[in-house]
């Protein structure tokens, strides 16, 4: 990654921030951090070079991530997505599309994909589904081969950046054999439809609506070219579809922490030793998550989807979801009754922060598979629910 991604990450925060409280209070869409974000060509940041973009490491993006949820986590969350569709084209390298069997088109089809996010366009991902979440064995959307292409249907929820984005990254099972899950990238227009339906605690800002599909894609918007690579992509890139949210939520701990020193100066309560000592201990709580992200993300880099860098991914999200929800709440408690008015950043970052438990993989779902390693058994395999 180039200086100038992190370093367009941190002169963008302070203008996320100043625009969140009123997102966060409409429930609106932050579309000019989104505007900001392309002007600044943060769209190709894991986009190789070869094909204009900043080509950065997995640890690259979780620097910038961790400075953008300094501003907003609800910007940096739907950026995430995006970043997750374009890291995992990104890292097919031509050793992996061989082993996949990825046909040369196919190839041909994820550089254009790539190469228009690098000028700009934009990618949400449109996965979970009601009943099933964020499990791809449970999905219910179908798809079936037609003349020229592909014919998807059905209804995902939880898609963040729902009717804002230029194209949605949707799983979809096979009508013909449902234990095939593929992934295609949809491009926004007809037969994709958004109904409001995010009014939630937390996130607000996130436009995580409601998506229906009933629409027919050329044959080269199936990623990969191959059926079926959904769940293989699940056990290789676990930490696009686990990890890339842990950044997100360090950079929302580490604001609220900002936000309370900020708070409590101002009140001159600063004196007191128990908000010091709840201030300190916020402050190594989120460092050592920090370092968690940190070393997850430098052993993607070296060595994706080896059995101990997949351990740290589950460990950093585990350990960035649980932190972000109890400093946030000691950080309010330490400020006291007056940062829990609507409006005030804590108040907001507190329901943020409560967040990134929820996210897949839960809490309960990551402890459980880190369990599952220190036993001696197989994590993706072991237990009584499929983890995708």
């Given at each position: 990654m180039t200086v100038d991604a992190l370093a367009a990450a941190c002169r963008l925060a302070p203008r996320f921030a100043a625009r969140a409280a009123g997102h966060d209070r409409d429930g609106t869409f932050p579309a000019d951090d989104f505007a900001d974000l392309r002007e600044s060509g943060l769209f190709g940041l894991m986009v190789p070079a070869g094909l204009g973009g900043a080509d950065a490491s997995f640890a690259g993006y979780a620097a910038v991530a961790t400075e953008l949820a300094r501003g907003n986590g609800a910007t940096a969350l739907v950026f995430n997505m995006h970043a997750s569709v374009t890291g995992a084209l990104g890292a097919v390298t031509e050793e992996l599309a061989e082993a996949l069997g990825v046909p040369d088109e196919a190839l041909v089809a994820r550089d254009r994909l790539l190469c228009a996010a690098a000028e700009g366009a934009w990618y949400a991902v449109a996965m979970s589904e009601r009943g099933a979440g964020a499990r791809l064995s449970r999905l219910s959307t179908v798809y079936e081969p037609v003349d020229g292409?592909?014919?998807?249907?059905?209804?995902?929820?939880?898609?963040?950046?729902?009717?804002h984005a230029d194209g949605y990254l949707v799983a979809a099972r096979s009508a013909a054999d449902p234990s095939v899950v593929s992934q295609f990238l949809v491009p926004a227009g007809d037969g994709v439809t958004v109904e409001p339906t995010w009014d939630a605690l937390g996130m607000r800002a996130t436009s995580s609506h409601d998506l229906h599909l009933d629409v027919t894609v050329p044959t080269d918007r199936l990623l990969g070219g191959v059926e079926g690579l959904a769940l293989v992509?699940?056990?290789l890139m676990p930490h696009w579809l686990v990890a890339s949210y842990a950044a997100v939520y360090v950079g929302v701990a580490r604001a609220a922490v900002d936000a309370a020193a900020e708070h409590l100066t101002a009140r001159d309560l600063g004196g007191l030793p128990a908000v010091r000592a709840r201030l300190g201990r916020a402050d190594a709580a989120v460092a050592a998550a920090q370092l968690v992200v940190a070393e997850a993300a430098r052993r993607v880099d070296d060595?994706?989807?080896?059995?101990e860098t997949n351990r740290w991914v589950w460990r950093a999200k585990l350990l960035a979801g649980t932190t972000a929800a109890e400093v946030a709440a000691s950080m309010l408690e330490a400020a006291g009754t007056s940062a829990t008015r609507r409006g005030h950043p804590l108040e907001r970052l507190y329901r943020d922060a409560r967040c990134g438990s929820l996210h897949p993989a839960t809490s309960d779902v990551c402890a459980d598979w880190l369990g599952v390693a220190v036993l001696g058994g197989d994590p993706?395999?072991?237990?009584?629910?499929?983890?995708?």
């Amino acid at each position: 990654m180039t200086v100038d991604a992190l370093a367009a990450a941190c002169r963008l925060a302070p203008r996320f921030a100043a625009r969140a409280a009123g997102h966060d209070r409409d429930g609106t869409f932050p579309a000019d951090d989104f505007a900001d974000l392309r002007e600044s060509g943060l769209f190709g940041l894991m986009v190789p070079a070869g094909l204009g973009g900043a080509d950065a490491s997995f640890a690259g993006y979780a620097a910038v991530a961790t400075e953008l949820a300094r501003g907003n986590g609800a910007t940096a969350l739907v950026f995430n997505m995006h970043a997750s569709v374009t890291g995992a084209l990104g890292a097919v390298t031509e050793e992996l599309a061989e082993a996949l069997g990825v046909p040369d088109e196919a190839l041909v089809a994820r550089d254009r994909l790539l190469c228009a996010a690098a000028e700009g366009a934009w990618y949400a991902v449109a996965m979970s589904e009601r009943g099933a979440g964020a499990r791809l064995s449970r999905l219910s959307t179908v798809y079936e081969p037609v003349d020229g292409g592909w014919r998807i249907k059905g209804s995902k929820t939880f898609c963040s950046g729902a009717g804002h984005a230029d194209g949605y990254l949707v799983a979809a099972r096979s009508a013909a054999d449902p234990s095939v899950v593929s992934q295609f990238l949809v491009p926004a227009g007809d037969g994709v439809t958004v109904e409001p339906t995010w009014d939630a605690l937390g996130m607000r800002a996130t436009s995580s609506h409601d998506l229906h599909l009933d629409v027919t894609v050329p044959t080269d918007r199936l990623l990969g070219g191959v059926e079926g690579l959904a769940l293989v992509v699940a056990q290789l890139m676990p930490h696009w579809l686990v990890a890339s949210y842990a950044a997100v939520y360090v950079g929302v701990a580490r604001a609220a922490v900002d936000a309370a020193a900020e708070h409590l100066t101002a009140r001159d309560l600063g004196g007191l030793p128990a908000v010091r000592a709840r201030l300190g201990r916020a402050d190594a709580a989120v460092a050592a998550a920090q370092l968690v992200v940190a070393e997850a993300a430098r052993r993607v880099d070296d060595a994706p989807g080896d059995a101990e860098t997949n351990r740290w991914v589950w460990r950093a999200k585990l350990l960035a979801g649980t932190t972000a929800a109890e400093v946030a709440a000691s950080m309010l408690e330490a400020a006291g009754t007056s940062a829990t008015r609507r409006g005030h950043p804590l108040e907001r970052l507190y329901r943020d922060a409560r967040c990134g438990s929820l996210h897949p993989a839960t809490s309960d779902v990551c402890a459980d598979w880190l369990g599952v390693a220190v036993l001696g058994g197989d994590p993706d395999r072991d237990g009584t629910a499929p983890r995708w």
